[in-house]
């Protein structure tokens, strides 16, 4: 039997994910690659290798959120590398920007997180990497392999690192009952859920808690914080219903807006999130956990053709 060939492994950042990537590469034990942003008058920008990457396994790390540009530059970096002769092709995205564009929710509405989707397959990506998708049924949308990380390996030793006496675990809406009833099982603890009406986007109508939080210290689970709307108003009726404390937990800090105000001005005790996406503000109740060392080991395995679901193990 033929032993296994390993070809070449190069790391390459977009602009966007600069400081994870460098974090990723350290934890992976292998420096970045060279790669220029070249910037014209008009905003334009093209990127181009500085070094040869023929017969390489490339991982283009780069994070799609907001502004578009972040997601323009990935794929140029896609074509550029496809372009070079790279051998294989991943791109590591740790947030999925516009993921929450699923599926047509009402009539004559773009389904954004497949357009995403095709955009990278026809880029010329082999491979797609990221984290806690908004629905874990996109990589659906992928006909490549799609290596889908999950968050909870770096939230629960932290939250068990707290010694919360009456760990209880709430989802701000029906919508994220499957995630938190997910990291519920690993403290076998309850679940509450907060019923959630909305008027419009960004914009909560009322709430109510299914379920009792009398004593109860209690962490919210979600995949995105944005506006931190829904977040600081269900913590806020969860202590207006008798618990003892409410965190909450969210792997992607977006933050637009006024976000970290909305967050400083609430009864959270603190915002635990992860650095898929840097933080734009510095916040004394906002903590970062650092999504390097899961993402360097998932490269090291696709590369030595190992077990991904080996890393989820908490």
């Given at each position: ?176 009952s499957y995630r938190a009833r997910t990291f519920a099982k690993f403290f076998n603890a309850e679940v509450i859920i907060c019923d959630k009406r909305r008027k419009r986007a960004n914009e909560i109508e009322s709430m109510s808690i299914i379920g009792d939080v009398t004593g109860q210290d209690v ?96």
């Amino acid at each position: 039997m033929m032993p296994l060939q390993f070809n070449p492994v190069k790391l390459f950042s977009g602009t966007g994910s600069r400081g994870l990537s460098l974090k990723i590469a350290e934890s992976y034990g292998k420096p970045l690659g060279d790669v220029t942003i070249h910037k014209f008058s008009d905003g334009e920008f093209q990127p181009s290798f500085d070094e040869s990457i023929r017969g390489c396994d490339v991982f283009l790390i780069q994070s799609t959120y907001q502004p578009s540009d972040n997601l323009m530059e990935l794929l140029l970096m896609v074509d550029a590398a496809k372009r070079a002769s790279a051998h294989y092709i991943t791109a590591v995205v740790p947030y999925y920007g516009l993921a929450r564009q699923d599926r047509k929710d009402k009539p004559r509405v773009a389904i954004g997180a497949k357009l995403v989707a095709n955009l990278l397959k026809s880029a010329g990506i082999h491979r797609i990497m990221t984290m806690d998708l908004h629905a874990a049924q996109i990589q659906g949308f992928f006909d490549i392999p799609v290596d889908h990380l999950d968050g909870s390996v770096i939230f629960v030793p932290y939250i068990k690192s707290l010694n919360l006496p009456n760990l209880t675990i709430a989802s701000p809406d029906m919508g994220g009952s499957y995630r938190a009833r997910t990291f519920a099982k690993f403290f076998n603890a309850e679940v509450i859920i907060c019923d959630k009406r909305r008027k419009r986007a960004n914009e909560i109508e009322s709430m109510s808690i299914i379920g009792d939080v009398t004593g109860q210290d209690v962490v919210l689970i979600d995949d995105i914080c944005d506006t931190a709307g829904t977040l600081s108003k269900a913590a806020a009726l969860i202590m207006e219903n008798g618990a003892a404390s409410v965190r909450a937990v969210c792997t992607h800090a977006v933050l637009s807006g006024k976000a970290v105000e909305t967050v400083e001005n609430s009864v959270l005790t603190e915002l635990i999130v992860t650095d898929t996406i840097p933080l734009r503000v510095e916040s004394e109740k906002i903590r970062v956990l650092s999504t390097a060392s899961l993402f360097a080991r998932a490269i090291a395995n696709v590369n030595e053709h190992g077990s991904i679901s080996d890393l989820f193990r908490v």
